[in-house]
């Protein structure tokens, strides 16, 4: 059996509450604990200088992983990285081009009990190849539906189980459920707190709440 504990959309607030129950998630063997982004303080082009102390928390409490959202993301490498330099978990994006950034489009985590589950970011498309600031920078937003397409293709190899950890908004994961079909979403951006996931064909999609208000609690067993 396989838990997860998923947030989305913290913007700096880190209830102590939610963090006892976090920790308690963390000290189970078959547990990972994913953030769908907007964790930080700071706005979209805003930056702190000092750090971000909820990613100082996360990292604390034991994230596994947290999909590069709108706030996290800088289009100056240098801003970029400071931005998330508090994070030692890995900062995921399947669709985040160029060579500067901090972020990885997958991880594989073997799950004690459980087996290898392979996590797949997908972030909101800021900007495209074409736009001024790819010019000068490299860095552009890959259309997200054709990067988790070659993502999950990728992953299916990789892991028993594949999960997207997105910050496109819920119509964005309906999308991306009816193409990309991974097993699971866990999203965010929409602000929204799904009292039941929902599905669509064989993918359960997830979205957790904001301001760390609420939180969800997936479990995932093996069936033959």
Request: aromatic letters at 8%.
């Amino acid at each position: 059996m396989l838990v997860i504990a998923h947030t989305s959309d913290l913007h700096g607030k880190a209830p102590k509450g939610l963090l006892k129950w976090l920790e308690g998630v963390r000290s189970m063997p078959n547990s990972l604990l994913l953030d769908s982004g907007d964790a930080v303080s700071a706005g979209n082009l805003g930056v702190r200088l000092r750090g971000e102390r909820t990613l100082r928390l996360m990292s604390e409490v034991g994230y596994d992983a947290m999909c590069v959202g709108n706030r996290e993301f800088h289009p100056i490498p240098a801003i970029f990285r400071h931005k998330v330099k508090d994070a030692s978990f890995p900062l995921l994006s399947a669709n985040l081009r160029g060579g500067f950034s901090p972020s990885l489009p997958l991880i594989v985590r073997e799950v004690s009990g459980f087996g290898r589950v392979a996590v797949v970011g997908v972030s909101p498309p800021m900007h495209g190849k074409f736009h001024p600031v790819a010019w000068v920078t490299g860095v552009y937003f890959d259309d997200p539906i054709r990067a988790a397409q070659e993502a999950v293709f990728e992953a299916r190899g990789k892991a028993d189980l594949v999960v997207l950890l997105t910050h496109v908004g819920l119509r964005a994961d309906m999308l991306l459920a009816a193409y990309a079909h991974p097993d699971l979403i866990l999203g965010g951006h929409s602000h929204r707190a799904l009292e039941k996931p929902l599905r669509f064909g064989n993918t359960w999609i997830v979205h957790s709440g904001f301001h760390g208000k609420s939180a969800s609690l997936v479990t995932v067993r093996c069936t033959e």
